[in-house]
């Protein structure tokens, strides 16, 4: 039996999604707020990373 593979988004979907720059993407990422991974050189974020975070955001927020 096979398990679905997380979705992967590029850095400029995550803009996207979040309506931030690519600068705060990557400070996200380094300050571990972003999970993401390298593949071939390119960096890629889970979309359960970015739901995440969208929700403990939502949370501190309340």
Do not use: N, W
């Not at 039996?1 to 850095?11: G, H, N």
């Not at 990557?26 to 300050?31: E, G, N």
């Amino acid at each position: 039996m096979t398990t679905a593979s997380p979705e992967l988004l590029k850095v400029p979907e995550v803009m996207a999604l979040l309506k931030v720059g690519r600068t705060k993407v990557y400070d996200l990422i380094r300050t571990h707020r972003l999970v993401s991974i390298k593949v071939d050189g390119c960096r890629r974020i889970p979309a359960d990373s970015v739901a995440d975070f969208i929700r403990r955001q939502i949370e501190r927020g309340a």
